[in-house]
């Protein structure tokens, strides 16, 4: 099955912009959330200039990593083993951060193009 053909510049509105301060105010005041939300908005975004552009399900690796966080988190609390949870901790802000950076690289490929 072919990936679909990327849009012309041309026919794609500007890229969606938002001041910085303004960004920066709303993930203070959101303790992070709205960072998330903006990278997903850019991420679906970006999908209609490259169809086959990976960063949405980088965002979304991160999340599951994070749920997987929780729940394993539990269980560790419910086994009364929590001296592995800062090894769990560790871990998966490891492979968050990762999947963050690679996210966000993989954006920034598209908008130097």
Known sequence: ME?????PRSQVNFAPHLHWAIV???IIVTFGLFAW?????????SRRLRPNNLAIYWMLG?????FAEFFLLV????????????????????AVAVCILK???????????
Do not use: E, Q
């Open 24 to 26: 920066v105010i709303l």
């Open 75 to 94: 269980a560790l609390a419910l086994a009364h083993a929590n001296d592995m949870r800062p090894l769990v901790r560790a871990v998966t802000l490891v």
């Open 3 to 7: 990936a679909p053909a990327p849009t």
């Open 103 to 113: 996210a966000r690289f993989t954006l920034a490929d598209i908008f130097k193009d």
């Open 37 to 45: 939300i903006w990278d997903f908005y850019l991420a679906t975004w």
């Open 62 to 66: 991160g999340v599951a990593v994070m």
